[in-house]
């Protein structure tokens, strides 16, 4: 590969800006090098898993797609559930311990609750498969978010909310070890009220639910710090390289540059912007401003304005990023990728116009 | 008829949809029409980047319900701020207050527990609709900006969930409120706003069918937002005008999605066009125009 690509890339961005099949078309291109490589990604579209030939037997599992490359393709589907579950077990002392956890009531409304679980469990799972060694190149597609910034942010977050200290401390007045709930007299008019309102107000039920969930979690809590704390730091590896995608126009600008400063100032080693989706300028590059009459839209001049749109944001978004900053336009196409060659052909597009921003991504100080 | 007339005697409107389909400023364009149309509409929006005041011309809202025109309001809000609120209402006791709401209990507990600031949202949207705000006047619609799909399910199916787990006391009564409402056709209405591509296409559904089997209800209407206007017969397919071509696969691709969308859904679909305006309320004005004509 002509690009730099570390031994992780990590593809980010917001909902409906082509993520995945950029990352599939990386992971081809990839591959077509001689690396064996890994695209683990959420339930894509099924016209791309018809392109890469995988069906629900990826889910939480690696496929091999047949590509006739030099190095290998393999495509994975994350099932967050599933990795929540086997984290579960792994860092469970016994079995009883673990049974406790996976059947609380709690837990199993938690998971699909609690804000960044997904993302947690995205990069979880790329630390395992970092781990076991058996790729020369991973690709993470991670889950289309309203704010890109909430996958970074997912491990801090979760970690913090398992961490039980805080809340086992607050709640020690409340509950004896085995969950039940105390005789208060000792507490006093207020603390009593406070009970009260509790009960009132949350239902003492849930409550327990949950000190029972967090009870049985602290022996499981300190692996799972540890754990990402090393998702952490591979994350702002030399070995990992974020890819940022976006939508085109004007309008998406505050975002990518907002998500741009934040990993970079986070310490993250940022890529190429990826502008994806831009309508091609129209020939005769005539200016068209608001005098596109609105009803009826004629398709040609919806398209000028559309292309003339684009260009503006592009040129834009270069003229606001640092100079060495690689920003790369892709096209609209006029169908998506549905087999192996078209997925290719976007991918050759891709290193193409990448090659042409001619900038390698700096290392972080 | 027109495809929109069952909302028009209904109390709230939860608009869904895949992120990036434009449900924001199909929100705000349905708030402009109820408006226009005599009722006293009121836009709630709860993701954390405001962006619905930028849709109507107006500044963020702050949290505050701020008046946009003649009898269209809008409201960002913080779903934690509802239940403060309730804390507040319940405890009386200022120094109580501050003690509940800065403990880490209800802090875990408002963050974790399954299904409660969905609800919380639903809540306040019902209590608007009766005039039970303090100092805000009585909403005839309030129209919900919801989450994106996946999550637009959690919110409407959160009442039920909340019922699940506290039984009693102000919150499973509010919980059992909205769960009524939010069932009632007459009173409730769900939009979903999708686009004619394969993936919006195919939450769109999803959603239809989880909407049924955890609700027992349907939308009133699917919205495919952003289409390539149709190709007249006149024009030509020519290569070296790559623009036409462009505009001309891009229009299959919407029918054929429009089609599928058309196979699995017998309910009315309202297509939107690709309008060639900025976001803004220009491009507010322009869709709820086009809302009227469906």
């Known amino acids: 590969m002509s690009y730099p690509w570390p031994r992780l890339v990590v593809v980010v961005g917001a909902g409906g800006v082509g993520k995945t099949t950029l990352a599939a078309a990386l992971g081809l291109e990839s591959s077509g090098t001689g690396d064996d490589t890994l695209v683990m990604t959420f339930d894509p579209s099924q016209r791309l898993k018809d392109a890469l030939g995988v069906g629900d037997s990826a889910r939480d599992h690696e496929v091999e797609v047949a590509t006739g490359s030099t190095g290998s393709l393999s495509a994975s589907l994350l099932d967050a559930r599933e990795t929540f579950n086997r984290l579960v077990s792994r860092y469970a002392p016994d079995e009883e311990a ?71 401390l607050a709640l020690r007045s409340w509950f004896d070890d085995s969950g039940r709930l105390r005789p208060t007299a000792r507490l006093g008019r207020l603390g009593k009220r406070f009970e009260a309102y509790l009960d009132e107000v949350v239902g003492l039920d849930l409550l327990r639910d949950m000190v029972e969930f967090f009870q049985a979690f602290g022996p499981l809590y300190e692996g799972f710090r540890q754990r990402a704390k090393e998702v952490e730091s591979l994350l702002r590896s030399e070995d990992t390289l974020f890819a940022l995608v976006a939508g085109p126009g004007e309008e998406k600008i505050p975002d990518t540059l907002y998500f741009a400063r934040r990993l970079k100032e986070a310490g993250y080693r940022l890529g190429p912007i990826v502008v994806n989706r831009m309508h091609p300028p129209a020939a005769e590059s005539r200016e068209t401003s608001p005098a596109v009459k609105v009803p009826p839209v004629d398709g040609r001049s919806l398209l000028t304005w559309l292309g003339e749109r684009d260009r503006r944001g592009f040129e834009r978004l270069v003229s606001l990023v640092d100079q060495e900053q690689p920003v790369v336009a892709l096209p609209l196409l006029p169908t998506e990728p549905s087999n192996l060659e078209s997925l290719s052909a976007l991918s050759e597009l891709f290193s193409r116009h990448l090659a042409a921003s001619q900038v390698m991504p700096a290392t972080p100080r | 008829m027109s495809s929109l007339a069952p909302l028009d005697s209904q109390e709230l409107i939860v608009v869904t949809g895949k992120g990036g389909v434009g449900k924001s400023a199909i929100a705000a364009a349905l708030g402009r029409r109820f408006a226009a149309a005599g009722r006293r509409a009121l836009v709630l929006e709860i993701d954390p980047r405001e962006n619905v005041h930028q849709m109507l011309g107006v500044s963020p809202s702050g949290g505050e319900i701020v008046a946009v025109a003649p009898r269209l309001y809008l409201q960002h809000l913080e779903p934690r701020s509802v239940l403060d609120q309730i804390v507040r209402e319940r405890v009386r006791i200022e120094l109580l207050v501050r003690r509940v709401l800065n403990s880490p209990v209800y802090h875990h507990f408002t963050e974790g527990a399954p299904g409660l600031k969905e609800m919380a ?34 919110l409407l199916a959160a009442p039920l969930l909340v019922s699940e787990v506290i039984r009693h006391g102000p ?84 029918e054929y999605q429009l089609e599928r969308l058309a196979a699995d859904w017998q309910g009315p679909i309202g297509e939107i066009p690709l309008l060639p305006l900025d976001r803004g309320p220009a491009l507010t004005a322009a869709l709820e125009e086009r809302l009227e004509q469906l």
């Open chain 1, 98 to 168: 673990r049974d406790r956890i996976l059947t609380n009531r709690y837990y199993r409304h938690l998971a699909g609750s609690l804000a960044g679980v997904l993302e947690y469990m995205a990069v979880e799972r790329l630390y395992e498969v970092s781990q076991a060694g058996r790729y020369d190149r991973i690709i993470l597609d991670t889950p289309p978010t309203r704010q890109a910034l909430d996958f970074l942010e997912a491990p801090a977050r979760i970690v913090g909310f398992l961490d039980s200290g805080a809340l086992k």
């Open chain 2, 121 to 154: 949202v639903l809540g306040h949207s019902l209590i608007l609709v009766e005039g039970r705000v303090p100092g805000a006047p009585e909403m005839d619609v309030v129209v919900l900006d919801a989450p994106a799909t996946g999550h637009g399910l959690a």
């Open chain 2, 171 to 254: 919150i499973a009564t509010m919980a059992s409120e909205v769960a009524r409402l939010v069932a009632s056709t007459k009173r409730c209405g769900v939009v979903v706003v999708t686009q004619a591509e394969e993936m919006p296409v195919t939450e769109a559904l999803e959603f239809v069918t989880l909407l049924q089997s955890r609700l027992q209800r349907q939308p009133e209407l699917i919205l495919a937002n952003g289409l390539y206007p149709a190709v007249d017969q006149g024009v030509q397919r020519r290569i070296e005008d790559p623009v036409t071509c462009l505009w001309m696969d891009r229009r299959r691709l919407n």
